[in-house]
C-alpha cells in the first residue's frame, strides 16, 4: 500500500508539473508571438484570439468564458477530476495572460507563427500530458467523434476551416494564412508530445477485483472490454481473468485512478495503439 501511496504521488507530481509547463509555454507563445502580432490559432484559443483583436474585450477572459461549455462537457463525458484539472488550468493561464509579463520576442511574421504556434502547441500537448486540456476543442471533437463517423481530426480541422475564413472576412487574408501556418506549427507540436491528439491506448488488467473493474469500464466509462483466460505463473498457480480495453489518452487517466481506488495491487500494463478500427471505442459516446 505504501508502494502504491508513493507512486500514486509520484503520477500526481508529474500531471501538475505537466499541468504547469503547459500553461506557461502556452502564456508564454501567446504573450511574446501572437497576441503582439495579432495573430491567431485555430480551436477556441483562435476563437478568443479573434474575437479579442476584433474588440476591447480581453483575451484573459475570453479563454476562460469560451471554455466554459467545454469544461461542462469535459465534466459529463470525461468525469469531475477532468473537469476540475481543466478548470484550473484553464484558469491559470488567464491569470498568467494577466500578470506574468513576457515580452515580444521578434516582429518577423513567419518566426511569429511557427514559434508562437509552437509554444502555444507545445503547452497544449504538455497540459493534455498532465490529464486536461487548456482549449476545449479537444473535448467537443473527441465527443463528436463517438456518435458520427469523423475523426478527431476531421473535426478540428473542419472547426478551424470555419475560424481561418471568419480571420480571412473579419481581419484580412495575410492574418488568415498566417494563421494557418500557426495552426499547423501547433498541431505538429502536440502530436510530438502527446503522440498523436486522437491517440487510443489499449490497457490490460490483471486484478483479483476484475469483475469490478470490468463493470465500471462497461458501465461507467461505456468501452467494451476482451477477457482473457490465464493462469498465474508466479508463486500460487491459478485461473484469472484477463482484462483488455482500449481508451482515448484523455480517459486513461480516469481509467488509472479508479484501478488504484479498486485495487492498488492490480498488475496493469499500457500500449500505445497505432490505428483502430471499429469496436465500442467508435461507437459510442464516452459517458
Known amino acids: 500500500m505504501q508502494v502504491n501511496s508513493k507512486a500514486e504521488r509520484i503520477r500526481t507530481a508529474k500531471e501538475i508539473l505537466f499541468m504547469c509547463l503547459g500553461v506557461i509555454s502556452a ?5 511574446s508571438f501572437l497576441m503582439p502580432e495579432h495573430f491567431i490559432d485555430g480551436g477556441v484559443t483562435g476563437i478568443s484570439l479573434l474575437i479579442s483583436t476584433l474588440s476591447e474585450w480581453k483575451l484573459s477572459y475570453l479563454i476562460i468564458v469560451i471554455n466554459i461549455p467545454f469544461i461542462i462537457l469535459g465534466y459529463k463525458q470525461i468525469g469531475p ?5 481543466t478548470a484550473i488550468a484553464i484558469t491559470a493561464l488567464s491569470l498568467c495572460l494577466i500578470f ?3 515580452q515580444p520576442i521578434t516582429h518577423e511574421k513567419v518566426l511569429v507563427a511557427f514559434f508562437g504556434g509552437f509554444f502555444l502547441g507545445g503547452g497544449i500537448g504538455l497540459a493534455m500530458r498532465g490529464g486536461c486540456v487548456i482549449d476545449g476543442t479537444e473535448v467537443l471533437a473527441l465527443y463528436i467523434s463517438r456518435n458520427s463517423q469523423l475523426t478527431v481530426g476531421n473535426i478540428i480541422f473542419m472547426l478551424n476551416i470555419v475560424i481561418f475564413l471568419f480571420a480571412a472576412y ?24 502527446v503522440n498523436r491528439l486522437e491517440a487510443y491506448t489499449g490497457v490490460t488488467i490483471i486484478s483479483e477485483e476484475n ?7 462497461i458501465n461507467e466509462m461505456k468501452r467494451g472490454v476482451t477477457i482473457y483466460k490465464g493462469e498465474g505463473g508466479y508463486l500460487q498457480k491459478k485461473d484469472i481473468d484477463i482484462i483488455y480495453t482500449v481508451v482515448t489518452k484523455l480517459e486513461l487517466s480516469k481509467l488509472q485512478d479508479k484501478i488504484d481506488e479498486i485495487d ?3 498488475f496493469v500494463v499500457q500500449q500505445q495503439i497505432a490505428d483502430l478500427k471499429g469496436g465500442v471505442v467508435k461507437r459510442q459516446a464516452f459517458h
Open 27 to 31: 502564456c508564454f507563445g501567446l504573450k
Open 81 to 85: 477530476v477532468f473537469a476540475l484539472k
Open 100 to 102: 506574468i509579463p513576457f
Open 170 to 193: 473579419f481581419i484580412n487574408i495575410d492574418t488568415a494564412l498566417y494563421a494557418i501556418l500557426t495552426y499547423l506549427s501547433a498541431t505538429n507540436t502536440i502530436d510530438f508530445i
Open 211 to 217: 469483475e469490478v473493474i470490468k463493470a465500471f469500464i
Open 264 to 266: 492498488p495491487n492490480a
